[in-house]
């Protein structure tokens, strides 16, 4: 057998050809059919690479062209000058190597999401100037009060000054703060919260300031939103959005002219994924900062516990409150805020007495009525500290 | 006449003929429905799909247009028109040194949006202002690439008429403010319709510009009176939500915040999907190639549901549902498309191009321009 049927097209008109291909003496090749009759040398032609059940092509020098099923001769006759594609053929029709393929693209698929785009907009952020931050600051500002109500603070002037005093006080030992300031802002749609700006502004709601009980859980907010900041978080987390956009919308295109959706969910998904890291590691910030003032991290926890009761009895239902605010509320982080602040008084002892729900008469026995301590509830305050884990305490004190 | 077509036919052992085509005596007369068969399958598809992305993620990105080009291939391959196949005959390289340009634009959109929106609306100008010149380009691309029986197609570049059909009418449009939209549709596809070629014969577009409205203008209706519908609701509800909290601190409930959007987008979505059937049947009902009538007849129903499952599909199966999604898709529009001829396509006579570089092509793919015939 030395020969295949082809259909053969001069490349002049659409005429289809029925022809036989034989191969001769010499390499060369004759190509017979009605009102067709050629002879080429087989090195002048070029096979296109093998894909799937498709035809093959085969190109003559002057444009014509013959198109054939696949038949193994093809490529002895005519041998491909295309090594990648004949490789990558290979592999399409090769089991293993379609397993492996999939192995590769979920895997480096994961972990571009989980490593390679956060390494990305990390280093890209590193090389955003202030200047730029800061500007990118104002203008979210402006749209915190555009979109979502936000107006001038109702605080009064001394209030203002006695917090910004403590903002203040919490920034100072820091080494890269410049431009930092603490804004008051009045928020009645958004309730009580708090926000870090990108370029050092932490936003404060008026509507939080009231719910904090104890100006130390001020402090720990605070600290917690400089955390942010000094990790510059609000710039890294857009990086990672827009990265994450972008490499979605290039694979999905338009086989479901839905892109919106398939690129909204997964970009969602990972935003909470890498809010997480951020939230955790601004805590870790607010509570070495607050033991450096001298506070306990047990005040965040308090804080927290103040912002939990508040959401909890304000919407009935809470996933969808936590998904709208920007601190997810978590036991989690209250607990390591707790354990935290059991570490920091087992190395301050002294100030066991500043801590939230500290109650003198039970830890001490320093009741306004001194029968009180008649029965077990005086403990030695050397054995306090277990006492801090006690959550109930917290709320109790007000 | 057909008959003799399919005598024509060499047996060619693997692939199958098209069903024997039928006549329908209502269309011009004597014309012989041809239609278009996608013989394509999942299965097949997946497995270049898969392949050529794992070369591609691990070739960070070079092998891009090599999987492009392959997948093209696929494509084109498997569509097939009175038995003979498509080709798709673009080389790999011209498309990877046009994909490193656009993705280089397309990144420096992105991140200059983050830092300034005056760049970013700069950048956005310039791309407006190259955005008829990209069609152009990228138009031509394609079509110079693109072949059946031997003869290649082409789009003859007008850059002055692209100018005004892309740009230079988006004046009028917004005076009107976006009244003159279908019109200005209609003279865009009428534009790159009878800009094309198929060797040596012109395709002609049988539809005044004016004849775009009435789909359109159903269109406007439905969301009008949908977005409408939504707004009262979502007002009433916010009323009934202050009328028994008394509070108006109070937000609404979660899943009311997160449902009237996905709602309101939802009936937009299935509007775009009946207004797209509706677009693509009317143009290619008014294509014309030497006396060879098309017929589309695509249907909102169908679009809608197969653009719905196969978003569920890919977000279901973290994206490996792509290929799947691609081949029914392009199985259904090649079901619903047909040509009407009186000959059996074998009397048609080249014409020669000009090379056309594939920059265009890609950074309007990256842009999502989509244009269609």
Known sequence: MNAFRAHYFDGQSSRLHEVEVRRLDGGRIRIVGVGVDREEAAATLRLTPRLARTLRTIELADGARLMASHDDRLDQWFPGHDRLQRLVDRFERHAQAVAASIVVCLVIGLATFVWGVPWLS?????????????????QVLGQLDRY???????????????????????????SDATGYRVVFRNAEGVGPNALAVPGGIVVVTDQLVDLLGDDREFDA???????????????????RSSFVLVIAALFTGDVSSASTIVVAVPTFLLQSHYSRGFEQEADRFAFDTLAAQRISPAWFASAMRR????????????????????????????????ASGATFIAAHPELLRETPGYDPCAAEGLCPDEDACADDACIDPDEAEEYEDEPAAADDGS | MHEDVIAALPPLPQPPLPPVPSIRPPRPPQAVEYPFLFDGSAAEYFRIWIVNLALSILSLGLFSAWAKVRSERYFYGNTRLAGVPFEYLARPLPILKGRIIAVTLFAAYVIAGQYSIGLQLGLALLIAVLTPWLIVRGTAFRARYSSWRGLNFRFVPDYGEAYIRFLVLGIPLILTLGILYPWIKGKQKQFMVENHRFGGSWFRFLLRPGQFYPPYLIAWGVI??????????????????????????????????????ILMYSGYFIVLAFLAAAIANLTYNHVELDGRRFRSTLKGRRLLWIYFSNTIAILASAGLLIPWAKVRLARYRAECLSVFAFDDFNGMRAERGAEVDATAAEVDGLFDIDIGL
Do not use: C, N
């Open chain 1, 148 to 174: 979502l109500g936000f107006d001038a603070s109702k605080l009064d002037g001394t209030r203002q000054a006695e917090l910004g005093g403590r903002f203040d006080r919490l920034v100072a030992g820091l």
């Open chain 1, 122 to 138: 990390d280093r890209i952020a590193a090389e955003v100037p202030k200047a730029v931050e800061a500007s990118l600051g104002d």
């Open chain 2, 224 to 261: 009008s009176a949908w977005m409408f519908l939504m707004s009262f609701l979502m007002i009433g509800i916010i009323m009934a939500g202050v009328a028994v909290g008394g509070e108006s601190r109070g937000a609404p409930p979660a899943w009311l915040m997160l449902g009237l959007p």
């Open chain 1, 307 to 338: 912002l939990d009761a508040h959401y909890d009895s304000d919407g009935d239902d809470d996933a969808g409150v936590a998904y709208l605010s920007s601190h997810p509320r978590s036991a989690d982080r209250i607990a390591a805020a707790e």
């Open chain 1, 221 to 239: 907010v605070v600290a917690h939103e400089i955390g942010h900041q000094q990790h510059r978080h609000a710039l890294r987390q857009t990086l």
